[in-house]
């Protein structure tokens, strides 16, 4: 497993300037903190770009104080044309999906948290760890610069269709250079993302400690591991993808541009390329990119819930297999996203088939959760109300994949609102109530303070109510017609359903503004917080044992943790206390799996 006397090396090389310590740090820990940092402000800026959105849906043409500052030629008079409205939904989703749902639960809380579950001092490869973060940022930078830059950010979604993306200026603003931005910016964080996988999963295999057995890994670890296996896979084909479309911008390529295209009245000197590829290349990423973003997730949701519940899920290893499950098949399923692009009518059932069947592990996970909260006496605090929330927007969104999954309801309901109320609640909340979970439950290991349980509360509950508020009518406007990545609703049969746009676009604000909540509870309590005792959960999982909160530079004070039992033994039967630590040498004759 590890190598001791490296490792002891490792330790004499503490770093002591504020530079080596804090910005360019080759400690997990200190990574962990920084992805997380930029998560949170991705987070708000996206947030803020999603109220432009609505505030223009609910009442169109109105002028919006100040957007004039942003845009002169975006908003004339703070009036969004409607370009700049692609242009603010383009880069809002960017943002989400790719600097905060991929980055806080999988890069940053993974960062943080993998090595020390294992028993490790740090990952293999620091200085790709380092790299990893620092590329990703310079990734979010290059996506942001291109508000500033000429015409503004491409409008062409964060699927980035070809033709409309790989044409050039004659498309709209932001086509030529906003274009070159994103797919540089995706391309940078791919490569940083390809990096952490890396090392994740080398951590997972060679850095374990003695007596940490596969099977006793926490199921974070197994969701953080089987994340990295998908991330691998997937961004290294969305990579070349972004390469292949700055070469069709830059190098006169035309590898996603078909022959004969005519564009604003001009016919396009491109010649041979095929649309279809750019959706392809996509969607093979696409697909499990949306697993990557919930999978990280339900590890800290089994994870908290464990501990909230004082006792194991019914199965670990079937929980485990289950998670695997969605790894492979997220990549069968992908062909789901084109059901309407003209490709043969077989190859929608062929596609059809395996979405269908990745409902059943799942359905499998939900059940597992919702069949060990059955009698469980649960300890509500905000941990373990966001993993609660996490499973009931889980479950919401996924129904509605069920109709998406058939082709003949889909070619309904395609490019509708209501793809976009399924996504957003099964990736979009689903995902963030993860992030939260496991802020409030990690923050007294990563801070040594105790976040404030009461405003904890309020924003869940202020969270939980908004989030259903704004995206289930989605669904509602979506089976009446209300297509998607639209600016404006001014068509007759659309007129009625202003109000609710209206009533979307209020509750929207109002749960931002709920946000301020969490935002505030994160700098106050960093600062003055209740000091935190060392195992504030009474949980079992290695981070727990470390000597301090937050853990010293090398996470065990120069020794390694000796593993003795399963990650989640509580109410074990003829044990001295409810839970046993893993690293506790108590004998108990209770069911140790691994
Ligand atoms: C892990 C849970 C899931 C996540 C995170 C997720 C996420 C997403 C996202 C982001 C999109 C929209 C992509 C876009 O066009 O911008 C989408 C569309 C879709 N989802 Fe899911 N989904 C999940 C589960 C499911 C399930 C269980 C099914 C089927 C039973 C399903 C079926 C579909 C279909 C068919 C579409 C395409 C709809 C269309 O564009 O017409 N999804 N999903
Ligand atoms: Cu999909």
Redesign the pocket.
Known sequence: MHDVAGHAAHAAHEPTSFIAKHVFSLDHKVIGKQYYGMALIAAYVGMFLSWLMRIHLGWTNAAIPGLETLSKTGAPGGVMTPEYYLQIMTMH?TIM?FFVLTTAPFAAFGNYFLPIQVGAEDMPFPHFNMMSFWVTFAGFLVLMSSFFVGDGPTLG???QYAPLSAVGAVAGPGQGTGVVLWATAIGLFCIGQLLGSLNFITTTLDMRTKGMSMWRLPYTVWAWFITSIMGLTAFAVLMPACILLVLDHLAGTSFFVPSNLVFNGQLQPHSGGSTLLWQHLFWFF??P???I???PGMGIVSHILTTSMRKPLLSHRVMVYSLGA?AVL?YM?YG??M??SGMNPVSSVVF?FP??V??IP?TIIVLILLGSLYGAKLRINSASLFALGFISM?IT??I???????PSI?IM????Y???G???L???V??MFGIFAGTYFWFPKMYGRMMNETLGKAHFILSFIGAYCIFMPFHYLGLAGNVRRYQAFTDDYLQPLIPLHRFITVAAILTGLAQLIFLYNLIYSRFWGKPAPANPWEATTLEWSTPSSPPPFNNFGGTFPEVHHDPHQYSVEGASADYIMQTSPEKVNGPDEA
């Open positions: 989703a999906v979604g964060w699927t696409g697909h990119e949306v697993y973003a919930i999978v969605l997220s399923v789901h996203h059901f309407v059809s979405t269908l990745i409902t799942s889980f969104g996924g509605s994949g069920f109709f998406l999954a058939q889909d309901l395609h490019a509708t209501f793809v976009v399924h996504f957003h099964v990736m979009g689903a995902a």
